[in-house]
């Protein structure tokens, strides 16, 4: 059996199982690479004054590394410009904040061909190819123009649009064209698995029998295939030395009181200012129950360069003053706003000290987060989960209080029901979605995308 090469936009394999952000490609893909004495390939996340193509190699946990320096232009126009202020808002259903500018579009298919001009040396003939997530849609049709035969699979962990939304895309037939030059592609959900059939069938005229997609003279494969969560790895790390003293430090904390807990990338998708605005709608609904309960908010800053991150940042810290300032009283903040990073093992210890995980998305591929509360719970007294309908875990955690995140009063009811959920129910609940997450988790994850993009079995419904 040949190698696993991975090709994605950043590479960050774990150092250790309990450190690293929340979720992430780097622990979802660790153990695929170190089952195939695997390659991960590239952008380094450094720049160069003049690019070169020279590949830096690494040996580490079995797995070969291989990156690439990009030049300050590639960074803005193929990273910041067209992969997060074209794609990922439109993606996100943000057509308002998605920018189009031609040097974004050629930035993008720039730093695609280089990074297939840079990987093609050291693909073997009997490799498989797995290429992730919106930066690199390109990739196989750069490949194939350097004659690569091999098998490649595209999986999109992030969602894909409805019809109306992607043509707004200037060229958007081009980059839908480049997903046809795959063998396999993957989506996190049957939502954006059908968006993309609609697509195919209603904007371009193409034709989709079961699980193939045929247009552009090409057919290529599809599926659903949910990611998962190395869920009895997860638990120890909830059970650890290190959540066990994280969880004692917010019980200190806690002061008798209930948290509802929110940790997400900081992030317009996440919809965190509709998630303070609900927040104050529960307060202002529950007069009797303040004091008595905190939002805590993890909200991890990230592309900072990019001008709509820095509108979020900025009307948070405003929306967050405002309610802490009408409802505050000498010995109570109704909301910790916190703008750090943690590491995972820490924040299993908050999420096991927390008695809802409130998780409201405006729009999300999946969100790991969702799946990460559930499994740190303690099995005898669980918290319960508030998930977003426009999350992709929703369609598979039914169990949990499943919510629009636009609805500010329908989101206060879910904090208002959690908290006085009798425990009967929050273990039934809990159970249900412990079961899920074990039946479709990491390895599920990994074994289905692999094997059908190998060709051993057809792809996920």
């Known amino acids: 059996m040949g190698r696993l090469i991975v090709v994605s936009n950043r590479v960050q394999p774990p150092a250790d199982a309990g450190g690293g952000s929340v979720g992430g490609l780097a622990m979802a893909l660790a153990a695929a690479l170190r089952e195939a004495n695997g390659v991960w390939f590239g952008w380094s996340g450094r720049t160069t004054e003049v690019y070169t193509g020279q590949v830096a190699l690494e040996r580490t946990g079995g797995v070969t590394v291989a990156t690439v320096d990009l030049e300050e232009q590639d960074v803005q126009e ?14 996100h259903y943000r057509v ?37 997530d919106y930066h690199l849609i390109p990739m196989a049709q750069e490949l194939r123009r350097r004659g690569v035969a091999n098998r490649i699979g595209f999986f999109l962990h992030i969602p894909w649009p409805a019809r109306r939304l992607l043509t707004t895309l200037p060229d958007h037939p081009k980059l839908v064209e480049a997903l046809f030059d795959y063998d396999l592609v993957g989506f996190q959900t049957r939502d954006s698995l059908s968006a993309f059939e609609d697509y195919v069938t209603q904007v371009i005229g193409g034709e989709v029998v079961g699980s193939e997609a045929t247009a552009f003279g090409r057919t290529v494969d599809m599926g659903a295939f949910p990611i998962g969560l190395d869920v009895d790895a997860f638990t120890a790390t909830a059970t650890g030395e290190t959540a066990q003293a ?14 509802v807990v929110g940790v997400d990338r900081l992030d ?27 939002l805590l908010q993890i909200a991890t800053p990230s592309r900072e360069e990019v001008d709509a ?11 967050t003053g405002r309610i802490n300032g009408a409802y505050a009283t000498v010995d109570w903040v109704p909301i910790r706003y916190v703008n750090r990073a943690y590491r995972r093992d820490e924040l299993a210890g908050i999420y096991r000290a927390a008695k809802i995980g409130l998780v409201t998305p405006l729009r999300d591929g999946m969100n790991l987060v969702a799946k990460e509360y559930v499994a740190a719970q303690d099995p005898d007294d669980p918290g319960v989960l508030i998930l977003s ?23 206060a009811g879910a904090i208002a029901r959690g908290l006085t959920m009798p425990r009967k129910e929050r273990i039934e609940r809990w159970q249900a979605l412990m079961a899920g997450l074990k039946a479709f988790d990491l390895s599920a994850w990994q074994g289905a995308f692999v094997q059908a993009l190998r060709g051993e079995r057809s792809a996920a419904a």
């Open 268 to 294: 317009y998708s996440k919809g965190l200012e509709e998630r303070f605005l609900a927040y104050e709608q529960f307060l202002q609904d529950n007069e009797e129950l303040r004091e008595r309960v905190f």
């Open 96 to 132: 308002d904040l998605s920018a189009y500018e031609r040097a974004f579009s050629e930035g993008y298919g720039r730093v695609n061909a280089r990074f297939a001009e840079a990987l093609l040396p050291m693909i073997r003939s009997d490799d498989v190819i797995w290429v992730h």
């Open 389 to 411: 309908e426009f999350a992709g875990a929703s369609e598979q955690m039914t169990e949990a209080l499943i919510v629009n995140p636009f609805d500010r009063e329908q989101v």
């Open 246 to 259: 994280e969880f004692e430090k917010m019980q200190v904390s806690l002061a008798g009181r209930q948290m």
């Open 78 to 91: 193929y990273y910041n410009g067209y992969a997060n202020k074209t794609l990922w808002p439109l993606f």
């Open 309 to 319: 991150y820095q509108d979020i940042r900025a009307r948070l810290d405003a929306v």
